[in-house]
């Protein structure tokens, strides 16, 4: 999916950023993509939820959807075994949960 394919860019960007905690490269370009980001989790009728992998399930509320969204990322967490990665999902997870 688009969808997917712009998530994928996202992820290489932030990979590619610099995660030293005085750099504010991360939140730069989260808030670039925000729109991207925060699609599945603010609209009912997105297409993310209709994905076949999307984590979340048609008629899931606002609520629900970002109970998955950490509940998912917390999972992800505790599976990251390198360390800038494990940075970049703290900080997406923090980045949609200050939007709640």
Known sequence: ????MRMNELMGKL???DTNP?????????LGEEELIMEPLEEDKSVGIMEEDSIYEEGMTREKRFDRYDEVMEERLEKAVNKKVEVILT?????VSSRR
């Open 22 to 30: 005085e750099s504010d490269e991360l939140q730069t370009l989260m």
């Open 15 to 17: 990979l590619k950023a």
């Open 1 to 4: 999916s688009l969808r997917k």
């Open 91 to 95: 900080e997406l997870r923090e980045f």
